[in-house]
């Protein structure tokens, strides 16, 4: 199977992107198919190459929209904004498609002038009718309505013949031409007017939501400054090889993830993280791409190429995310399906037999017009994904990367935050805090932990800085347990109390609170190492926070009981397993589990991604690994334990507005509709119902992006 990533260039309605999907998925090599419209990315996994599913989906793709395209390079922004106030993503050419919707002109301001000159004609057109001079006036009108709905005829003529027939445009037309039919000019025309500013305010807001969040997200440089030797030269940033040496000036972003190599400054990290504390670098400090430099001037030298540096991986995690449908989403979709036909067939029925019954066509046609109107799914169909969006957008301005829509649903559902201990609950920046026994015993332990990256043997290595340390050989590594080594031909052991035991080494009882490395040398119990870490600022806080959202809080620790439970007090966790083996987490959360209900995983360590993946919602502290990383449904990237309750609430607040966004369409359809039943609606109301519901619907889920906090 091969999965690929396509753009859609042109992409036009909410719907018709579903449509796509739809018919996409169809195809018998293709597996699995996603149109995502909110960064117009196709994922599309199929056992045909690349080559030959290309043509394949073009044909489907401009079969339902007829000047959409698809591209396989990953759109580029210019820097400069064009016309529509959109970053434009340029392939081959170089001018600019604002267009969304087939039947736009390739530059909104045209768009505006159409409106504004049908507008104008409409007025003039009531104004004569308003003096009874009725010939003048439908000439005036028939003008004003061939200005504002040719190119809608048009289309729908085009898709007739395509088979469209519940196509928005076909839709329209027949609803303004049955207008005609019943001498309702000043209708007709009104709700072409109408329908086509409608539709202009839609794609307008559609795109702003787009550009902002993309605009958020997408922090990849055009081009970056390469030094050789004395000369500087700006060069695409994708062309900068591993290796190469940057300039990045004062107020400029970090391009690439590199080490700094000369000059000092103050780097503003809540680009990546959300947190709006300046960190200082001088040369030899790692700086990721995607911060911004703020004092002085640096050089650096790149170590991850565009592809692979931070800037990139958080654009793939939020496409990818945008990509993941939530269970509301798939509803949808299926339900806008089943709602066109059905409204449509009910206009039908509307327009027929009451008017058999009563004889009175030209109301009961007039009523099932506006049916006909509201029978577009649009505003339902954009909705839902646009709401998750913003709040996938919302969450990477905090420094929160969830990985999909169907991980905020999760989110909504869970009962239990479990927190493993060290690096979410504690910074993880262990320290030797006291041991017993001489010097040697450091020496011998350091000698042991000298290849471990382990952060405990970090901190006994950094304990012993300047000591001489001893050649060592048969070094074992067991993961929960600790390190056993031969030094100068004895077996030593450093570890926890279950490595000694094992080994049948008695060992004297110590309350201390930490966390306590034991010596032995060939079986015999040497002393001990006191090591502990600080608590994060915000646990305390972060805790409360969940307690008072309704939620349990329980921690999980390789560590010794009496740590354990010291830390969970200082924070206020209320439920603590300690001595756990990576395998025994598992067992932990999944008892928790049966008997609270959803449970989220916090970790950070390469020994939790087995636990990320038994949660409900797996999380991982973004300085931890990456294994746990890419496990994960949700990063932290600023490794805040106060990330925990945010991204909840985030999750929540966006799950409203999605449940907001189709109530509020559907209510407003439905009460069109029963008001069209009982004589009072107008088609300007159904027209309303439409485009106006979608461009309210929009802008509900752009209020997330401007709260603040």
Known sequence: MNPYVFYIENLGCANCAAKMEERIQKLPHVQKASITFATRQLRVTTTESREVILPQLQKIVSDIEGDAKVVDTQPHRHSEECGCGEHHHHHHHDHCDCEEHTHKPKHPDGELLRLIGGAVLFALGLVLQGLNVSLPAIIVFGGAYLLLGLEILITAVKNLFKGHVFDENFLMSIATLGAFGIREYPEAVGIMLFYRAGEYFEHKAVERSRSQIMAAVDLRPETVTRLNGDTAETIPAAQAQVGDVLLVRPGDRIPLDGTVISGTSRIDTSPITGEPVPVGVQPGSAVTSGCVNTTGQLTLRVDQHLSQSMVTRILEYVEEAAAGKPRLDRFITRFARIYTPVVVFGAVAVAVIPS?????????????????????????????????????????????????????????????????????????????????????????????????????????????????????????????????????GSRVLCGNEKLLKTHGIDVPEDTQAGTRVLVARDGVYLGSILISDTLKEDAGAAVAHLHAMGITTAMLTGDAGETAEAVAKKVGIRRVFARLLPQEKLEALRSLRSELGGAMFVGDGINDAPVLAGADVGAAMGSGADAAIEAADVVFLNSRVSAIPDALETAKKTRRIAVQNVVFALTVKAVVMLLGLFGYASLWAAVFADSGVAALCVLNSLRMLYRKG
């Open 356 to 488: 058999l019954l009563t004889g009175n066509w030209g109301y009961w046609v007039y009523t099932a017009l506006s049916f006909l109107v509201m029978s577009c799914p649009c505003a339902l169909v954009l909705s839902v994904p646009l709401a998750f969006f913003s709040g996938i957008g919302v969450g990477c301005r905090k420094g929160i990367l969830f990985k999909g829509g169907s991980v905020m649903e999760a989110m909504g559902k869970i009962r239990v935050v479990v927190m493993d201990k060290t690096g979410t609950l504690t910074k993880g920046d262990f320290s030797v805090q006291r041991r017993s026994g001489d010097e040697e015993l450091l020496r011998l332990c350091a000698s042991c932990e000298q290849y471990s990256t382990h952060p405990i043997a970090q901190s006994i290595l950094q304990a012993a800085e300047g000591m001489v340390l001893y050649p060592v050989s048969e070094v074992q590594e067991l993961p929960g347990h600790g390190v056993c080594a031969t030094v100068q």
